[in-house]
Nanobody
Framework: VQLQASGGGLVQAGGSQRLSCAAS????????LGWFRQTPGKEREFVGA????????PYADSVKGRFTISRDNAKNVMYLEMNNLKPEDTAVYYC?????????????????????WGPGTQVTVSS
């Protein structure tokens, strides 16, 4: 499956932004989907994930209550709604898809467990 994230850009602190991740070339509903982010010199960081139906969405503590993940299996799209953005949210955001047998919070927060990655989109939050 091919993934393409979009919607990044520059936003002021306290503002909102929505990222999209469009998929093609696979059966979208079969994949667990995740959002990760990365800043220069740091490892890729888990943001959140969503199970096959959208009923389970674990988040990193740093974004809990501010970010919301959703998916539309009919449109093959996943979203990341980001509210009350902070300068520390500045990063390249990546979407990923994985063929998990079991939806485990530990597993879905691990980058190496995902099979497919999009090229990333830059989000910059100014103070």
């Amino acid at each position: 499956v091919q993934l393409q994230a979009s919607g990044g850009g520059l936003v002021q602190a306290g503002g909102s932004q929505r990222l999209s991740c469009a998929a093609s070339g696979g059966t979208f509903s079969r994949y667990v989907l995740g959002w990760f982010r990365q800043t220069p010199g740091k490892e890729r960081e888990f943001v959140g994930a969503i199970d096959w139906s959208g009923s389970s969405t674990p988040y990193a503590d740093s974004v809990k209550g501010r970010f919301t993940i959703s998916r539309d299996n009919a449109k093959n799209v996943m979203y990341l709604e980001m509210n009350n953005l902070k300068p520390e949210d500045t990063a390249v955001y990546y979407c990923a898809a994985g063929t998990f047998l079991v939806f485990s919070n530990i597993a879905v927060s691990t980058p190496d467990k995902y099979n497919y990655w999009g090229p990333g989109t830059q989000v910059t939050v100014s103070s």
